[in-house]
T-cell receptor, first 112, second 114 residues
Framework: LAKTTQPISMDSYEGQEVNITCSHN???????ITWYQQFPSQGPRFIIQ???TKVTNEVASLFIPADRKSSTLSLPRVSLSDTAVYYC?????????????FGKGTTLSVSS | GAGVSQSPSNKVTEKGKDVELRCDPI?????LYWYRQSLGQGLEFLIY????????KSGLPSDRFSAERTGGSVSTLTIQRTQQEDSAVYLC????????????FGSGTRLTVV
């Protein structure tokens, strides 16, 4: 699995857009980029996954440049409830036999 | 069921006792994973099942830890002779064949060894 690097922490205010960038220089051709969100006292929750360009769902957008060596998770107009740890993971989504290895993630703190 | 179910939600045990933690994955999910998370720390991978077999046990911290999965469904994580450093939240996740990295996690079992 490709190693990822993301900021340890970020601070924001309610209503702002938050962009969390993840570096994955050794991403392989078959690898997908997956983001998880973890609230305190809960298990992580899958929020978005992409392979290239842009993916958008009701929670977030994921931007992936052509070289795929990085990706940016974008949270529009955050609220206090978006305070959580966000994990970036890279791996071959269709390949059984490996488990996701979660790093320390990015702790996002949203203030009023 | 609708989600991944773990039991018990909380467990307090005395040092040296054995404990069993249970995970009931989403019906039809072929892959099942165990992680643990100590206070303020990231997730530590323990073991992974594909069906009833465990291709990757590399994360089990010692031979006091074991896990099994029966019928391609329920899994049990057993910790023998518990130690205080085993105190953590034990999380189980499952994923379907068509999206191995689309994990659904349970709410976890908070284990406290006193």
């Amino acid at each position: 699995l490709a190693k990822t690097t993301q900021p340890i922490s970020m601070d924001s205010y309610e209503g702002q857009e938050v962009n969390i960038t993840c570096s994955h220089n050794n991403i392989a051709t078959n690898d997908y980029i997956t983001w998880y969100q973890q609230f305190p006292s809960q298990g992580p929750r899958f929020i978005i996954q992409g392979y290239k360009t842009k993916v958008t769902n009701e929670v977030a957008s994921l931007f992936i440049p052509a070289d795929r060596k990085s990706s940016t998770l974008s949270l529009p107009r955050v609220s206090l409830s978006d305070t959580a740890v966000y994990y970036c993971l890279v791996g071959d989504n269709g390949q059984a036999g490996t488990a996701l290895i979660f790093g320390k993630g990015t702790t996002l703190s949203v203030s009023s | 069921g609708a989600g991944v179910s773990q039991s018990p939600s909380n467990k307090v045990t005395e040092k040296g006792k054995d404990v069993e933690l249970r995970c009931d994955p989403i019906s039809g999910h072929t892959a099942l994973y165990w992680y643990r998370q100590s206070l303020g720390q990231g997730l530590e991978f323990l073991i992974y099942f594909q069906g009833n077999s465990a291709p990757d046990k590399s994360g089990l911290p010692s031979d006091r830890f074991s896990a099994e999965r029966t019928g391609g469904s329920v899994s049990t994580l057993t910790i023998q002779r518990t130690q205080q450093e085993d105190s953590a939240v034990y999380l189980c996740a499952s994923s379907p064949r068509e999206s191995y990295y689309g994990y659904t996690f349970g709410s976890g079992t908070r284990l406290t060894v006193v």
